[in-house]
C-alpha cells in the first residue's frame, strides 16, 4: 500500500484515475447482475468441462456459446482460474448457479482484464497532440480524454452492473486505432484481427480499416492534391496484412474447419431468427420507425380505419426476444436492414478513400461505420452504442464541432443504457454516475473550448435538459399512474424514440462535417 | 466559484461511494434476537410513532427498555418520528406496534438507507462542501481536492452506510456549528452546535472547545462591555434552543430525569465490546473493570479526562483563533476517546470529523490518524461483514490524500507544524534533527501493522484460548497511536503563538 501510494504522489494522475476508477469497480461487485453473468458462467462450465468439438453444439441451458472461438478460449483460461474459488460453478449442469465466491470471481475477473482497457487509454493519450494544454492539469485534453474513457459510464454499468467483458475488447479496440495513429500498422491490424475473433460485433467497423489500411498504408504515396497514386501500391504490404488476418482466423476457426463444423460455429454466430429489435429497443432508426407503427396503429384504432382483431398481440416490449409485426408500416427483413445499413456506411468509406486525412479521418469513418450499423442494423443491442461513443471520445478533445457531437451522442446514448438497470438499489447509482458523468464531460469540454464558439445551440441543450423530465417521469410518476398496466410499455417506447432522435441527430451531423469538412492536406502546412 | 463543476463531481463521487457501500450487509442483519443497530433505529420509529411522547423514555408493556430502548436525545427521536411517518406511507407493517420487531426485507433495507443518504445529503454534506469553499489561500483545485478526501473518509462512510447509523446529521449540525463560529456567526453556530448535541449526546466531546472558543472571544471583546453583550446574547441561545427541544420533557420533573438516566447510563461500565482507548487497553494487563468499585472508576476516568484536556482548553481561552479552536476540538475529542467512561468504538468518528478539518494544514499526519481510526473499527466493520468495502474505501481514501496532497513529500518540521517545538527542543538538545525521520518511519512501520493485523485477522483462527486475541491486539495498537496524536495534538497547539510570533521577528 504504501508502495502504492508512492507511485501516485509523484504527480501519476493517471494511475490515481485508473485506481480510482478500479476501486469504483470493486464497491459495484454486490450490485444486481443480469442474465448475462449466467451466460458467462455457463460458457465457463461449457469451456472447462466439454472437448471443443462440443462447445457450439451444448446446449443445456438456453444461453449457447454465440461468441467466436477466440472467447470461448478466454473462457476456458478462465475456467483454469475458475476451478480455484468453486469447482461447482463450472459443471454444466448446475443452470443459474450464483454462489458468492462465483459472483466474486466473475466479478474480478472483468476488473482484473480491464486492465488491458487501462493500458490501451494510456496508449491513446500518447496519440492526441496537447497543443491546447492549458497551464491546469484539469484542463489538460489528456487528463480530460482519460477521465472520459476510463471513467465512461456506459463501460461501468454494462460491465461492472449489467454484466459482460466489454472493457478488454474495448481495449484492444482502441489499442489497435492507437497503433494506427503510431503508425504501427501490422500491430493496429494483428489486433483488430484479433479482437474480430472474440466479438464479431466489430465486424461493424470492419469495412472502415480495411480501406484504411489499403488507401493509406498499402498505398504508400499520394498525389500533389491527396488522391491516390496508383503506381506507389506495395504489393509487400498487402500480402503481410493478408498473411496477418489469415493467420489469425486460421488459428481460431481451423480447429472447427478440421472437425467440419463451420456451419454450426456460423449459424450459432449469426443468429438471423432473432426479430428485427433486441427486447427493449435500441435507439435507433427502427425505434423511430417502431414508434411510428404504434403510433399510428393506436391512431387507426381510435378512428376505426383497423380491424382489431387483425392486430397481432405480441408487444415488442415484453421481455422476450420475438418477432414484431408490424400493423401499419411494411415490415422490415433482414435484407432490408442489411441494404440499408451498407447505404450508410457508404459515403464515409467514400471519403475515407477519396479524403484520406490520415488516421484523424480513418477514426471518423470508424465511428461512422459504427453509428450507421448501429442505426440501420439487424436485432442492434442498445449496448453497441458503447462502439462508437469511446472512439468518439478520441475526437471530442481535439476540435469543438466534435465535441459538440460526442456530447449529445454521448449523453443520449449513455441515457438509453438506462432500462438495462431497473432494479431499485441500482436507481441511484445509475442516476449519480450518469450524472457525474454527465456534468464532467459536458463542463470539462466548455472549459477546454472555452474561447470558442457555444457547444450547443438553444436546440441541442433544450434536447438535452428534456432527459431530465424525461427520466422522472419513467421511474418516479408513470409507476404510480393508472396508465401502468394497460400501457406497460410506454416509459421503454418514450426512452427509445427520445433517444433515438438525438442520437439519429448526432449521426447526421458528425456525418455533414465529415462530408464538407476540406482535405486535411490543403488546412495543413507541411 | 469557477470550478463548480469540479466541486459537484466530489459530491457526485462522495454520494456513488456512500450508495455503494450501502449495498452491504447491515449490523445485525438476520441475527435474531437482538439484531443490531439497524433494528434499533427501525424500533425507535416504531416507537415515538405508536407510543405519545411521555412514554418514549419510560420502561412499560409496550416499550420494553432492555430491547433498544431510546436512549439518545429527543432531537434523534423526532427524527425516528419523521422517519415513520415516511414508512407509515409506504408499508406500514415497517412500524406495526410489537408485531415489526426485527422486521427485514429488501425493500425496508432500501427505505433505511435512503433516510441516511438524504439526511447526510441535506446536513453533512453541504456543510463540507462549504467548509472547504470558505479556506483562505488556496487554489480551487486544492478546495475540491480537500473537499473529496473529507467525503471520502471510510470511517464514517462504513459506519452510516455500512453499519447503519445517522451519525452524519450529529457530525454534520457540529460542522455547520464550528462553521459558524469560526466566520463570526456565533449565535447561528452555537444554535447548530445545539441542535448536535440534542442528537447524540457524545458531541459532548466538542462542547468544551466551544465553550472555551466562544467565552474566549467574549474576554477578548471586554467582558465590560461587547463581549458580555455577546455572552448574554450566546447564554439565550443554547438556553432557548435546548428548551425547545426538550419542550416535551421539561414539563414534569420526572420526565426530564428519566431522559437524562437514559442518555447517559453510568451502570453501563467503563466501556463496551472493544474499544481502541486507555481502559480496554489497560485491561490486558490490569482487570480495573473487577478490581476497582464503580464510583472509583467514575471519578478516575474524569479526573484524567479533564487533566488531558486542561491544557489546550486553557490556552484557547487565552488566545481563541479558529485555527486553535480546530486543534482543541481535536485533542478534547481524542482525551475523551482515550480516558472518559462508557466509549463506544463509533465515538472515534467524533475525533476524525476536527481531523478532516485539518487535513490540508498537516496532511501527512491527518492522513495517518484517519487512517489508523477506521482501523480500530476493525473488529466491529468484520462482525458486520463489511470487509470488502472497508478495503476498498480505506484504499481509495489513501489514494485521493495521496495524490490531492502528495503527503509523502510534506514531511518537513514545517510542514509538520513542528518547527517551533523542535527550535525550542533544540536550545537543550542541539542534535534533535531527527523527528521527521522519526515519523516517517513510525508511518510506515503502524501502517505494515495494520495490514498485518488484518490480514491476520481475517485469514488466521484465533486460539482457543484467546478467542478475542485478534480484535484486543487491534485496539491495542490503535490506541498506542492515538495516544501519540495525542501528544503530537497538544504539542501543535502548545507551540503555535510561538511560532507565529517567530515569523513575525524573521519578517
Redesign the interface.
Known amino acids: 500500500?504504501?508502495a502504492?501510494?508512492?507511485a501516485?504522489?509523484?504527480?501519476?494522475?493517471f494511475s490515481?484515475l485508473a485506481?480510482?476508477v478500479t476501486?469504483?469497480k470493486?464497491?459495484?461487485?454486490?450490485?444486481y447482475h443480469s442474465t448475462d453473468f449466467e451466460v458467462h458462467r455457463n460458457w465457463l462450465a461449457i469451456t472447462h468441462s466439454l472437448p471443443v468439438s462440443q462447445w457450439y453444439y451444448e446446449e443445456t441451458s438456453e444461453w449457447t456459446l454465440d461468441y467466436p472461438p477466440f472467447f470461448a478460449w478466454f473462457e476456458y483460461a478462465l475456467s483454469h482460474v475458475a476451478k480455484y474459488f468453486d469447482q461447482e460453478m463450472l459443471n454444466v449442469q448446475n443452470l443459474n448457479y450464483a454462489s458468492s465466491k462465483t459472483l466474486l470471481f466473475q466479478r474480478f475477473s472483468v476488473i482484473f482484464t480491464d486492465i488491458l482497457f487501462v493500458y490501451a487509454v494510456h496508449e491513446c493519450c500518447k496519440c492526441i497532440d496537447g497543443k491546447k494544454s492549458g497551464k491546469?492539469?484539469?484542463e489538460k485534453p489528456k487528463f480530460i480524454l482519460s477521465v472520459l474513457l476510463l471513467w465512461n459510464f456506459g463501460l461501468l454499468i454494462v460491465d461492472h452492473i449489467h454484466f459482460q467483458y466489454n472493457g478488454f475488447l474495448m481495449g484492444l479496440m482502441l489499442l489497435s486505432i492507437a497503433r494506427l495513429f503510431q503508425k504501427r500498422h501490422m500491430e493496429g491490424a494483428l489486433l483488430f484481427a484479433v479482437l474480430l475473433h472474440f466479438k464479431h460485433i466489430y465486424l461493424y467497423v470492419a469495412p472502415a480499416y480495411g480501406l484504411y489500411l489499403l488507401r493509406s498504408y498499402c498505398f504508400t504515396a499520394n498525389k500533389p492534391d491527396g488522391s491516390v497514386r496508383w503506381n506507389s501500391f506495395s504489393f509487400f504490404r498487402l500480402i503481410s496484412l493478408g498473411l496477418i488476418v489469415f493467420l489469425v482466423s486460421a488459428l481460431s476457426l481451423g480447429p472447427f474447419l478440421a472437425l467440419s463444423q463451420l456451419p454450426q460455429v456460423f449459424s450459432r454466430l449469426f443468429p438471423f431468427k432473432r426479430g428485427l429489435c433486441h427486447a427493449y429497443w435500441a435507439p435507433n432508426f427502427w425505434a423511430l420507425y417502431n414508434a411510428l407503427d404504434k403510433v399510428l396503429s393506436v391512431i387507426g384504432l381510435k378512428l376505426k380505419l383497423l380491424d382489431p382483431n387483425k392486430i397481432p398481440k405480441a408487444s415488442m416490449t415484453s421481455g422476450l426476444v420475438q418477432q414484431f409485426e408490424h400493423t401499419v408500416l411494411p415490415s422490415v427483413t433482414p435484407l432490408v436492414t442489411l441494404i440499408c445499413t451498407l447505404i450508410a456506411i457508404l459515403p464515409s468509406i467514400f471519403c475515407l478513400w477519396f479524403k484520406p486525412q490520415g488516421p484523424k479521418g480513418f477514426l471518423r469513418c470508424l465511428i461512422l461505420c459504427a453509428l450507421s450499423s448501429f442505426m440501420f442494423g439487424w436485432h442492434v443491442h442498445e449496448k453497441a452504442i458503447l462502439l462508437a461513443i469511446l472512439p468518439m471520445s478520441l475526437l471530442s478533445v481535439g476540435k469543438a464541432g466534435d465535441a459538440s457531437i460526442f456530447l449529445i451522442l454521448t449523453t443520449t446514448g449513455h441515457y438509453s443504457l438506462f432500462p438495462l438497470l431497473f432494479t431499485?438499489?441500482e436507481l441511484?447509482?445509475k442516476i449519480?454516475?450518469m450524472?457525474?458523468f454527465t456534468?464532467?464531460s459536458i463542463?470539462?469540454l466548455k472549459?477546454l473550448f472555452r474561447k470558442e464558439k457555444p457547444l450547443f445551440n438553444w436546440m441541442e441543450t433544450f434536447y438535452l435538459l428534456g432527459l431530465g423530465p424525461l427520466e422522472v417521469f419513467c421511474e418516479f410518476v408513470f409507476p404510480f399512474t393508472s396508465w401502468k398496466l394497460k400501457y406497460s410499455f410506454l416509459p421503454l417506447l418514450l426512452t427509445s424514440a427520445y433517444c433515438a432522435v438525438g442520437i439519429t441527430y448526432a449521426w447526421f451531423k458528425l456525418y455533414v462535417s465529415v462530408l464538407t469538412d476540406p482535405p486535411v492536406s490543403k488546412t495543413k502546412k507541411q | 466559484m469557477e470550478?463548480w463543476?469540479?466541486m459537484?463531481?466530489v459530491v457526485?463521487?462522495g454520494?456513488?461511494?456512500r450508495?455503494?457501500?450501502s449495498?452491504?450487509s447491515y449490523s445485525g442483519a438476520g441475527k435474531p434476537p437482538m439484531f443490531g443497530d439497524y433494528e434499533a433505529q427501525r424500533h425507535w420509529q416504531e416507537i415515538t410513532f405508536n407510543l405519545p411522547i411521555k412514554q418514549w423514555y419510560f420502561n412499560s408493556s409496550d416499550n420494553n427498555l432492555l430491547y433498544w430502548g431510546l436512549d439518545y436525545p429527543p432531537l434523534t427521536a423526532y427524527h425516528s418520528l419523521l422517519c415513520a411517518y415516511v414508512a407509515k406511507v409506504i408499508n406500514p407493517d415497517w412500524i406495526a406496534l410489537h408485531t415489526s420487531r426485527g422486521y427485514e426485507s429488501?425493500?425496508h433495507k432500501?427505505f433505511m438507507r435512503a433516510t441516511v443518504?438524504i439526511a447526510d445529503l441535506l446536513i453533512y454534506i453541504p456543510a463540507v462542501v462549504l467548509y472547504c469553499c470558505c479556506l483562505k489561500e488556496m487554489s480551487t483545485?486544492k478546495k475540491v481536492a480537500n473537499a473529496l478526501c473529507i467525503l471520502l473518509y471510510p470511517g464514517l462512510i462504513l459506519i452510516d452506510y455500512g453499519h447503519f447509523q445517522y451519525n452524519s446529521v450529529s457530525l454534520g449540525f457540529a460542522l455547520w456549528g464550528i462553521l459558524g463560529v469560526s466566520y463570526h456567526w456565533d449565535l447561528l453556530g452555537s444554535l447548530a452546535f445545539c441542535l448536535a448535541l440534542n442528537y447524540k449526546q457524545m458531541e459532548l466531546y466538542h462542547s468544551l472547545p466551544f465553550f472555551c472558543f466562544l467565552l474566549g472571544k467574549c474576554f477578548k471583546k471586554g467582558l465590560k462591555g461587547k463581549g458580555l453583550v455577546l455572552l448574554i446574547k450566546l447564554a439565550c441561545t443554547v438556553v432557548a434552543s435546548f428548551v425547545l427541544c426538550w419542550l416535551p420533557f421539561v414539563t414534569e420533573k420526572e420526565q426530564a430525569l428519566q431522559v437524562l438516566r437514559r442518555l447517559f447510563p453510568v451502570d453501563r461500565g467503563l466501556f463496551e465490546d472493544k474499544v481502541a482507548n486507555i481502559w480496554c487497553s489497560l485491561s490486558v494487563f490490569l482487570k480495573i473493570k473487577n478490581i476497582l468499585p464503580h464510583h472509583t472508576q467514575i471519578k478516575i476516568s474524569f479526573c484524567f479526562t479533564l487533566l488531558s484536556l486542561l491544557p489546550a482548553c486553557i490556552k484557547l481561552i487565552f488566545q481563541p483563533s479558529p485555527k486553535g479552536f480546530r486543534y482543541t476540538l481535536v485533542t478534547c475529542a481524542l482525551s475523551f476517546f482515550l480516558f472518559s467512561f462508557q466509549v463506544h468504538e463509533k465515538s472515534i468518528l467524533l475525533v476524525s470529523l476536527p481531523v478532516c478539518l485539518v487535513l490540508n494544514e498537516i496532511p501527512f499526519m491527518s492522513t495517518w490518524f484517519l487512517l489508523v481510526s477506521t482501523f480500530s473499527m476493525l473488529p466491529l466493520l468484520l462482525k458486520d461483514d463489511l470487509l470488502?468495502?472497508t478495503v476498498?474505501?480505506v484504499?481509495?481514501f489513501?489514494?485521493?490524500c495521496?495524490?490531492s496532497f502528495?503527503?509523502?513529500?510534506k514531511t518537513s518540521e514545517e510542514e509538520l507544524q513542528l518547527k517551533s517545538f523542535s527550535i525550542s527542543v533544540r536550545k537543550y538538545l542541539p542534535c534533535f534533527t531527527f523527528l521527521p525521520r522519526v515519523i516517517q518511519r513510525l508511518f510506515?512501520m503502524s501502517?505494515?501493522t495494520m495490514?498485518l493485523l488484518t490480514l491476520m485477522t481475517v485469514t488466521l483462527d484465533p486460539p482457543q484460548k484467546f478467542p478475542d486475541l485478534f480484535s484486543v491486539l487491534v485496539c491495542f495498537v490503535s490506541c498506542l497511536k492515538f495516544l501519540f496524536f495525542l501528544v503530537y495534538f497538544n504539542i501543535i497547539i502548545m507551540w503555535d503563538s510561538k511560532s507565529r510570533r517567530n515569523q513575525k521577528k524573521t519578517d
Open positions: 500500500m504504501a502504492l501510494g508512492v501516485t504522489s509523484g504527480g501519476n494522475w490515481a485506481l480510482g476501486l469504483l470493486c464497491l459495484l461487485i454486490p450490485t491546469e492539469l484539469t431499485a438499489p441511484p447509482i449519480l454516475l450524472l457525474l456534468v464532467y463542463s470539462s472549459t | 470550478k463543476y469540479l459537484t463531481t457526485l463521487i454520494l456513488t461511494v450508495w455503494t457501500v449495498l452491504n429488501q425493500a432500501l443518504l483545485k470488502m468495502p476498498v474505501t484504499m481509495a489513501f489514494i485521493a495521496a495524490t502528495s503527503i509523502f513529500g510506515l501502517v505494515i495490514v
